[in-house]
């Protein structure tokens, strides 16, 4: 890698790494504050997956207008991060300009897509644009009747992202009782770390984001496909969600959707998630403090098996917030079932000191929130200040 762009991707990664503490610092100085939103640019896309419910063939994009609006909105809630989805986002010929208003307000932009689009010049433009993570659904290594989004057929594209993008890639595989070659998850997952990408691995979900058990030879590759990944902190090794589902047990967790996480669709109103559109159903320019309240507090029957991963990352958030010491004892317990050599970093070890050992911790938390200068969102309730705990 040139010495130029080597220098740039590891600015943006430090940069990343900031905003990413300080959406850490916000969710846990706040509970109702939502922390990621998924927005739907355009419903349209140009592939049509068999198991997906997600797309259509023939709608307009959103007009940009619409979409700042919305973006500023979310931003007015005080959410951290915006996940660009569809149908098919790079669809939309604005996309970039989407991209920058996300990133004028400081906030984490994210892209999910089939990727069949890419060209040097549009990764280039997202380069540009600000986009700090891609992440692309690879389902098998040939194309079949289920799915075109096939490690053959992107192959060039992802060569392209590795050597031209200075966002960060993730390259999703699939696992799920329907799935027919099981073995290709694995595959993907390799290429994708020799490519230098990060990879996860999805458990597939049915129209109500209900997932089920893994047959056994899945249930190995899933293990397989998760050592791969080694950062301490990454969500494979805390994601005692998907390891319940995987054996097909359910999970107890309280959904936050509607609160902690937004789902906007393309006609700009507020849902629980992809897969339960119509609650609440409320214009996100009407969305409101209130609202979020409620919806936090709203009990979820769909929750035991829900496979939707990201919104069971944002409820992790309310687990750490009222156990910090709990959770923080069970990421490096997981990380030893999965590495017996492995040894608490000293970034951790300091962590626990400053944040769960120290009496003088809500002193250093506060100072912490001063240093990333958090300030309290419009929504914020009355008489809360900023940098304080408020349940
Ligand atoms: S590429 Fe994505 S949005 Fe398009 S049909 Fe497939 S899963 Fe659905
Ligand atoms: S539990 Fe939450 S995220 Fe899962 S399907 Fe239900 S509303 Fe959606």
Sequence with gaps: MPVGKSLRVRLRAIDRRRREV?????AMQQRARPVLAQIIPIRRCNLACSYCNEFDHSSEPVPLSEMLVRIDKLAALGVSVVTISGGEPLLHPQLE???????????????????????PQRIQA????????????IDNVEPDDTSKKSLRVLERKLEWLARDAEFSVTINSVLGVAVKDPEDALTVARRARALGFHSTVGIAHDGAGQSHALPERQFSIYQEIRRLETGVFSFAHYDRFQENLVRGLPNAWHCRAGARFLYIC???????????RGHPGIPLVDYKHEDIEQQYAIVKECAPFCG?????????????RENPRGMLQQLIERRRGTDPNFRTPLLLRFIAWAFLENPRARALQKAFVRLLGLHSTKTQPRGAAAGTLNR
Excluded at 22 to 26: C, D, L, N, T, V
Excluded at 266 to 275: A, K, T
Excluded at 308 to 320: G, N, Y
């Design 266 to 276: 393309e006609d700009g109103l507020v849902h629980w998630c992809s897969q339960q």
């Design 308 to 320: 939707i991963s990201c919104v069971q990352q944002t409820a992790m958030l309310d687990e750490i």
């Design 22 to 26: 300080r959406m850490f610092a916000a």
């Design 97 to 119: 300009d989407i991209i920058c208003r996300i990133r004028h307000h400081g906030v984490i932009a994210t892209l999910i897509s089939n990727a069949y689009l890419l060209s």
């Design 126 to 137: 997202l380069n540009d644009a600000g986009l700090d993570y891609l992440q692309i659904s």
